[in-house]
């Protein structure tokens, strides 16, 4: 598709450990900036799934950029919390950052037995082509875990520590960071838009 030909875009995103993941899974096919180098303030994050989030978000850096633009919209969804913290993963515990979303979370699971702590994590990403782009392409994935009891692993960030992955008897924050984005949902959604891009494996 000649639209989707580009040979920069810009990531929606102030976070460094989202950052690097993504520039990671895009490599060397599409010169990659970050939205701090145009705009520094976030988009307001009024959507109500994922999905929503992360066209708000790719607007927001398209208007400011000029550019094609990328946002991931991602977080954790418990099944004993009803899906929380869903969307407001980042945001958990008040802004307060990762350790207090963690602490939180294994609050919030202190009496829920392992075999209802179910969880995974969820991406949906949003690549738009312009600010006022009718037509986002998205692609969404997930990754199935459970939540451990206390934090494992020194790789990774925000809920890496405390998702475990069964089939491999270890947390994703234990991970080598290239084995990290081979598996997860957000390697998973950028398969699905680098195929979308005719980007090769």
């Known amino acids: 598709m000649s639209d ?3 040979s920069q875009l810009v990531l929606a995103s102030n976070n460094s450990g989202k950052l690097k993941e993504l520039q990671a899974m895009l490599g ?3 010169e990659v900036l970050p939205q701090s180098r145009f705009i520094n303030e976030e988009a307001e ?4 799934s994922f999905v929503e989030n992360a066209i708000i978000k790719a607007r927001h850096a398209a208007r400011a950029s000029g550019l094609p633009a990328l946002a991931d919209d991602s977080g954790l969804a418990v099944d004993a919390l009803g899906g929380a913290p869903g969307i407001y993963s980042a945001r958990y515990a008040d802004g307060q950052g990762d350790a207090a979303n963690n602490a939180k979370l294994l609050d919030a699971l202190a009496q829920v037995p392992d075999e209802r702590r179910s969880a995974r994590f969820i991406c949906a990403l949003a690549l738009v082509r312009h600010a006022d782009d009718p037509a986002p392409i998205i692609c969404e994935s997930a990754w199935e875990g459970r939540i451990l009891h206390a934090a494992r692993g020194e790789h990774g960030f925000g809920y890496d520590p405390l998702f475990l992955i069964p089939e491999l008897g270890v947390s994703s924050a234990e991970l080598p960071a290239e084995q990290k984005n081979r598996l997860s949902h957000r390697a998973r959604a950028m ?3 680098r195929a979308r891009l005719g980007l090769a494996e």
């Open 45 to 48: 994050e009024t959507g109500l």
């Open 4 to 6: 989707l030909k580009f």
């Open 191 to 193: 398969a699905l838009l």
């Open 28 to 30: 060397d096919d599409i």
